[in-house]
């Protein structure tokens, strides 16, 4: 069977080279500036490549191809890609590149400006973040601040949502409005600093001088993070003497300045046994590549010093 194939990719192969050889000229390719596009039920919309083109030629016979992808998301002629799909957190302003690929793989491109609505005006963009204690209650008062850029130079407009937006009592936050986009790499990162005494007593530093002792180490990873109280990786005597210092008012807060430790839901730990390294991530990165980009972050939060799980969430 296989001598039939053979030939036939080599003629296949000699073709594409000749043609290669020949045509060196990319296409002729030209987009429309901007489009409209309207989100319909279920909140969602569909983009082709050759509705966002206005011309398109070239100087040598021969198929040629259309790809398309939002603007920062990839590199290169979007193989296999004809059209896009957009959803209600990606309404407003948008850019999309489409691609032309001639048969001598050519390549050129064009941006078009997407707006992408809601004629209807039934579809509500929401982003949401849950951040739970180990033990399953919300923690509220958790800030955000979120960073990031894409491949053009732009960063994330708005970083500061810390100073505006808290978890609520039951550990959620709720947003109406778009917070990330296709394109951005970015971090998403809770902080609280408030009440570094909440949950923080004697017994908590008892419980920790067994564990550094080997008397009676602790049963899960989230009493080993909360036991490293100066968040230099590991638990020893240094963590005790602060929190002591912490609990006899000799200091007010902790050198760090935080309250509560953060790390994504779903991070698995490598070694269980020693949940603090590698160093535990902190934020949610996410990817430039990743479309739709998420729309809900789940974290785990620790009180710095409480490893009985006595301290109260709500403050
Ligand atoms: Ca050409
Ligand atoms: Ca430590
Ligand atoms: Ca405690």
Redesign the pocket.
């Known amino acids: 069977m296989n001598k039939f194939y053979i030939p036939l990719f080599a003629v296949l192969f000699l073709a594409q080279t000749l043609a290669a050889q020949t045509d060196t000229e990319p296409p002729h390719l030209q987009c429309t500036d901007m489009v409209n596009v309207n989100l319909t039920l279920p909140c969602v919309t569909v983009v082709w490549a050759n509705d966002l083109v206005d011309s398109l030629h070239d100087n040598a016979p021969g198929s040629i191809e259309l790809g398309i992808r939002k603007r920062c998301t990839g590199t290169g002629f979007p193989e296999g890609r004809t059209h896009i799909q957009y959803n209600v957190n990606e309404m407003g302003l948008n850019h999309v590149e489409v691609w032309a690929k001639d048969a001598a793989g050519n390549t050129a491109l064009c941006t078009v400006r997407l707006l992408v609505g809601n004629l209807a005006q039934n579809c509500d963009p929401s982003v949401s973040v849950s951040v739970n204690h180990p033990t399953g209650a919300g923690i509220s008062g958790v800030g955000f601040a979120l960073s990031g850029y894409n491949c053009v130079g732009d960063t994330i407009p708005f970083p500061n949502l810390a100073s505006t937006i808290t978890t609520g009592g039951t550990g959620y936050w709720g947003t109406f409005g778009q917070l990330l986009e296709p394109g951005y790499t970015s971090l998403l990162t809770p902080s609280k600093t408030t009440n570094p005494l909440n949950g923080v007593t004697t017994a908590d530093l008892a419980a920790i001088q067994r564990h550094i002792l080997g008397l009676e180490p602790f049963d899960a990873p989230w009493k080993i993070i909360a036991?490293?109280?100066?968040?230099?990786?590991?638990?020893?005597l240094?963590?005790v003497v602060l929190l002591q210092k912490l609990l006899l008012g000799h200091i007010l807060k902790m050198p760090h300045g935080k309250s509560w430790r953060f790390f994504p839901k779903n991070y698995v730990f490598p070694n269980p046994n020693n949940p603090l390294q590698p160093p535990l991530p902190g934020a949610i990165a996410t990817p430039n590549t990743a479309d739709p980009a998420p729309n809900w972050f789940d974290f785990t939060g620790v009180k710095i010093g409480d490893v009985n799980a006595s301290a109260d969430p709500g403050l």
């Open positions: 036991a490293d109280a100066n968040l230099d990786g590991k638990v020893t240094q963590d």
